[in-house]
């Protein structure tokens, strides 16, 4: 009898069922580590992603700090014994097949390239670690938030986010998404929404966007980092034209993301208001 009944306990620590929270929670992607803090207890949190503790890359780097992080590998899954395992569509394939054929439940999830995408993420997720109690106050600060930014119809002005590299900010994105929230057309959008990828100093000043948003967030110091203080860039992008914003405020969708849409109104009043 006692020997069943310690059976019944291990069983139900290990499925998950003595009650619908996941205990031993792995995150193995930076976006999906952010909603796990969000959402779940740090003593219910088995093992983050390295970069959930980077605050040049995550919005929630000083919450990741009480919680442990781990590489994603499929020797640290099977070592943290989790009752689940939230992965992007691309992380850690061969971790993420050893944690199902281990027999852990792992939920993937695509990255957010919309708006309306986020509360239906938090949803499944809050779902998934069988915290929906607290989805609702997470998705009412979302909504909170864009309620202050209707859409609008006819966007007077064109912005381009440019990265180190020269990179640009795709169409079909999430920060393409805030762009045209925040009444911008995204210059970086080629014919047919096609995304034009690297811009070379010379394409920026021959398609001169209204609004340069300047992603400086990657940490320490690099030739590909040098050209965004380019003196011809700066000279012909000055403010009210050129404005700053951390690429790490739309790497992933929080409530804070918000922060973004105020910035691009408050850039878009200035360019107005010239």
């Known amino acids: 009898m006692r020997r069943a009944a310690l059976a019944g306990i291990l069983l139900a620590f290990w499925s998950g069922t003595a009650d619908a929270r996941a205990r031993r929670i792995v995150s193995l992607n930076l976006c999906l580590d952010q909603m796990v803090l969000l959402l779940a207890d740090p003593a219910d949190i088995a093992g983050l992603s390295p970069l959930a503790r980077d605050c040049s890359e995550a919005v929630l780097c000083a919450r990741a700090r009480g919680v442990p992080v781990m590489r994603p590998s499929a020797e640290a899954i099977v070592a943290r014994r989790p009752d689940i395992v939230l992965a992007g569509s691309y992380t850690a394939l061969m971790a993420v097949h050893a944690a199902e054929r281990a027999g852990v439940r792992v939920l993937r999830l695509p990255p957010v390239e919309t708006l309306e995408m986020f509360p239906q993420q938090v949803r499944e997720v809050a779902q998934a670690l069988g915290r929906e109690d607290r989805a609702g106050a997470v998705i009412a600060a979302w909504e909170r938030g864009l309620a202050a930014f209707p859409p609008v119809t006819r966007a007077r002005f064109s912005a381009l986010i440019y990265e180190a590299h020269g990179y640009a900010t795709q169409a079909g994105s999430l920060p393409d998404a805030l762009l045209r929230r925040a009444g911008f ?51 012909n992008f000055p403010p009210p034209h050129r404005i700053d914003i951390p690429g790490r405020l739309w790497i992933c969708p929080l409530p804070q993301t918000l922060d973004v849409l105020r910035r691009l109104a408050a850039a878009r009043a200035a360019l107005e208001g010239k």
Do not use: C, F, Y
């Not at 920026?204 to 030739?223: C, E, Q, T």
């Open 185 to 235: 057309t995204n210059a970086a959008a080629g014919p047919g929404g096609r995304a034009d990828g690297v811009w070379t100093l010379e394409r920026l000043l021959a398609h001169k966007p209204d609004l340069l948003v300047l992603d400086r967030d990657a940490a320490g110091v690099s030739l590909a980092q040098a050209m965004l203080d380019n003196p011809i860039l700066l000279a």
